[in-house]
Every structure is written in structure tokens, then in C-alpha cells.
């Protein structure tokens, strides 16, 4: 499949800026303010990391499948992700770009991350099915 270009878009008044060449069915996007970059979840399996100042794709984090959801831990270090098609959740190393997974043997239908915050701790949860 040919490249998609996602546009980059100036906050003040949303003229395009730049753009940024990712794969097909980019629809997955995480601001890591903190760190200075954008997470984009795309394609048949991929993350993008884009520095917003450069306008740039810096790493491209392969994954066995299409990410339905992933969250960055609040150390900024690892990113958990949602890959129903796999039934696992990778999880990646974004400083090394190695990953594991944590097998959902016998779930499927697993839905998008929702983050849970609190005053003494944050965790993510998601929703699965077994079939």
C-alpha cells in the first residue's frame, strides 16, 4: 500500500505546516508533551515516534498487527499496545525499541486503553471478550 501523508497542523490558527509519510490507517495518536514527541499508531503494525519541532518520523517501532489503542507509562520509557489481531499486548521499549508481549490467549474483541488517574497512582486497564 502506497504511503499516507498525516498533515501537521500549527496550533494558533491550524495552517499546514508540514507533513509527516505514514502508512495507511494512521488513526492512533499520543502527545508526549513532557518528551517532546508524538506517537502515532498505523498501518498493518507500527509506531511512529515524530519530534513535533522537526517535523520528523525519529523511529519506527514494528508490532505483530495493527495497534488498536497503546499508552506511554508515565516514566515516558515503555508504551503498552493493544494488538487484538496478535491477541497480545506488546509491549515496546522506547529507548531501545525492544519488546515482549503479554499473551490474551482466548480473549479477543480487546478494546482501545482507558488511562485511570488518582491522586497516588495511574494505571491503564482495557476490555476483552473470550470467545
Keep these: 500500500m502506497p504511503a499516507t501523508a498525516r498533515w ?7 495552517a499546514v505546516v508540514g507533513r509527516v509519510e505514514l502508512g495507511d ?26 519530534d513535533p519541532a522537526s517535523r520528523t518520523k525519529t523511529a519506527d517501532l514494528r508490532l505483530k498487527g495493527h495497534p488498536e489503542g497503546f499508552q506511554i507509562d508515565e516514566t515516558g520509557t515503555l508504551v503498552f499496545v493493544n494488538v487484538p489481531d496478535a491477541r497480545d499486548i506488546e509491549v515496546v521499549d522506547l529507548a531501545t525499541e525492544a519488546s515482549g508481549s503479554l499473551p490474551m490467549e482466548g480473549l479477543r ?14 494505571s491503564s486497564s482495557f476490555a476483552a471478550r473470550q470467545h
Design 109 to 122: 474483541s480487546n478494546f482501545r486503553w482507558r488511562s485511570i488517574r488518582t491522586r497516588t497512582a495511574s
Design 25 to 50: 490507517d494512521a488513526d492512533n495518536v499520543r502527545v508526549d508533551a513532557q518528551r517532546s514527541r508524538v506517537l502515532i499508531g498505523y498501518g498493518k503494525g507500527a509506531l511512529a515516534v515524530i
Design 8 to 14: 501537521v497542523l500549527r496550533g494558533e490558527d491550524l
